[in-house]
């Protein structure tokens, strides 16, 4: 299991950070693509849908070019550009490619102010434990999440269970959708968790809290959290970003 790490240094505030990514038993290949950017608050997760090669172009597209465009981007207008360069490259790359191809986009990227930004298409997710708080910041773009608001289905029901792999949002989808943007504040001792649905669907929220918290370093962290996804069977790709504001 490699662990990347990084140090970014924001407002003042020391940013330790690490990533790592398992394939886990299910699939020959791991589909989900990760960055974290040594040099910048840049962090961003990809997780592409199915196991097919569109899959895997998508994800890799999807990071390369918003890590690229985010390099410049300054406020939501441009993270909107960024992710539309996302769209129009992951489309094009796309065209001659049988089956799907498309891929989650969870970003994290400081806003020049000492805070940050969150960018959030699909189903990947960000989490923050605040005050011994665990909180997940940004909405899964899927059918499920929408039925379970609107009281369509039970979260346990089968319908919910399918609702789970339809997504409304994602890098690739023909409609272009726009991400969601989340400006965060940065305060001492804020922990925060990217991940894929690889590791929220099989780790629940109360062992990954205790997880995150059972570890002042962020590689032990991420070492932690990929091998409980394992251990819970290991059904897909699952991929971590844990970054600590100190």
Same mark, same amino acid.
Not at 47 to 68: H, I, L, P, Q
Not at 118 to 137: F, K
Not at 141 to 161: F, I, K, M, Q
């Given at each position: 299991?490699?662990?990347?790490?990084?140090?970014?240094?924001?407002?003042?505030?020391?940013?330790?950070?690490?990533?790592?990514t398992?394939?886990?038993?299910?699939?020959?290949?791991?589909?989900?693509?990760?960055?974290?950017?040594p040099?910048?608050?840049l962090?961003?997760?990809?997780?592409?849908m199915?196991?097919s090669e569109?899959s895997a172009?998508a994800?890799?597209?999807t990071?390369?070019?918003f890590a690229r465009?985010?390099a410049?981007?300054?406020?939501?207008?441009?993270?909107?550009?960024?992710?539309?360069?996302?769209?129009?490259?992951?489309?094009?790359?796309?065209?001659?490619?049988p089956?799907?191809?498309?891929c989650?986009?969870t970003?994290?990227?400081?806003?020049?102010?000492? =805070?940050a930004w !969150?960018?959030q298409?699909? +189903?990947?997710?960000a989490?923050? /434990?605040?005050d011994?708080? &665990?909180e997940? %910041?940004?909405?899964d773009?899927t059918?499920a999440?929408?039925?379970?608001?609107?009281?369509?289905?039970?979260p346990d029901?089968?319908?919910?269970?399918?609702?789970r792999?339809?997504?409304t949002?994602?890098?690739?989808?023909p409609?272009?959708?726009?991400?969601?943007l989340?400006?965060?504040?940065?305060?001492? =001792?804020?922990? !925060?968790?990217?991940?894929? +649905?690889?590791?929220?669907?099989? /780790?629940d929220?109360?062992? &990954?809290?205790? %997880?995150?918290?059972a570890?002042?370093?962020?590689?032990?962290?991420?070492?932690r959290?990929l091998?409980?996804?394992?251990?819970?069977?290991g059904?897909?790709?699952?991929t971590?970003?844990?970054?600590?504001?100190?």
């Amino acid at each position: 299991m490699a662990i990347s790490t990084a140090v970014w240094a924001v407002a003042g505030r020391r940013l330790a950070c690490a990533a790592g990514t398992v394939v886990g038993d299910r699939y020959h290949a791991n589909f989900d693509v990760l960055h974290l950017d040594p040099g910048r608050p840049l962090a961003v997760v990809a997780d592409g849908m199915g196991d097919s090669e569109g899959s895997a172009v998508a994800s890799r597209t999807t990071v390369t070019v918003f890590a690229r465009e985010a390099a410049t981007a300054s406020g939501p207008a441009a993270l909107r550009a960024a992710v539309a360069e996302v769209q129009r490259t992951v489309r094009a790359a796309g065209r001659n490619l049988p089956g799907l191809t498309g891929c989650t986009l969870t970003a994290f990227a400081g806003d020049g102010e000492g =805070g940050a930004w !969150l960018v959030q298409l699909g +189903d990947s997710r960000a989490y923050r /434990i605040r005050d011994g708080i &665990l909180e997940l %910041l940004t909405a899964d773009h899927t059918a499920a999440w929408l039925g379970v608001l609107n009281g369509w289905y039970r979260p346990d029901s089968p319908e919910g269970y399918l609702a789970r792999h339809r997504l409304t949002r994602f890098a690739g989808h023909p409609g272009m959708p726009e991400p969601d943007l989340l400006n965060i504040s940065l305060r001492p =001792g804020d922990l !925060l968790l990217l991940c894929t +649905d690889g590791v929220s669907d099989q /780790i629940d929220d109360r062992t &990954l809290a205790d %997880l995150l918290t059972a570890e002042k370093e962020p590689a032990a962290t991420v070492e932690r959290v990929l091998a409980r996804t394992l251990a819970a069977g290991g059904a897909d790709n699952a991929t971590a970003v844990v970054i600590r504001v100190g």
